[in-house]
């Protein structure tokens, strides 16, 4: 009896670890993603310069992410841009809540190669 016993809590604490296991390969996939993301999104604000209501729209609509911040708001030919992208992810263990992703990556105006 005491074995049976001990093979089900163990199958429980192995079913956990498989799900935290899941979730967690599945949190660096979205946040692989969302890093290629951002380091294309960062190409083409470089290549087209410009950084409108039109231009974000697009992007949000093409890559599935928002804008967090994005600093300036109308550059020019050299200037810094810093950005901010987020996107939601729905863990299947590690939190009740919906976890928020953000990726924040800087790229100069006119410099791509």
């Known amino acids: 009896m005491s074995y049976k016993l001990g093979m089900i809590l163990s199958m429980l604490f192995v ?6 296991g899941g979730d967690m390969i599945c949190l ?10 951002s ?7 470089a290549k087209s310069g410009r950084v409108d209501e039109e231009f974000l729209s697009v992007i949000e609509e ?8 994005i600093s300036p708001s109308n550059p020019s030919y050299g200037d810094v841009v ?10 299947l263990i590690l939190s009740s809540d919906v976890m928020t992703l953000k990726a924040s990556r ?8």
């Open 15 to 20: 079913v956990a670890f498989l799900l935290i």
């Open 28 to 37: 660096s996939y979205a946040y692989s993603d969302l890093d290629s993301k």
């Open 39 to 45: 380091i294309t999104i960062g190409y083409l604000i």
């Open 62 to 69: 093409n890559y599935k992410v928002k804008f967090l911040t």
């Open 82 to 91: 810093d950005f901010v992208i987020y996107q939601n992810y729905d863990p």
């Open 106 to 113: 800087t790229t100069v105006v006119g410099y791509y190669g």
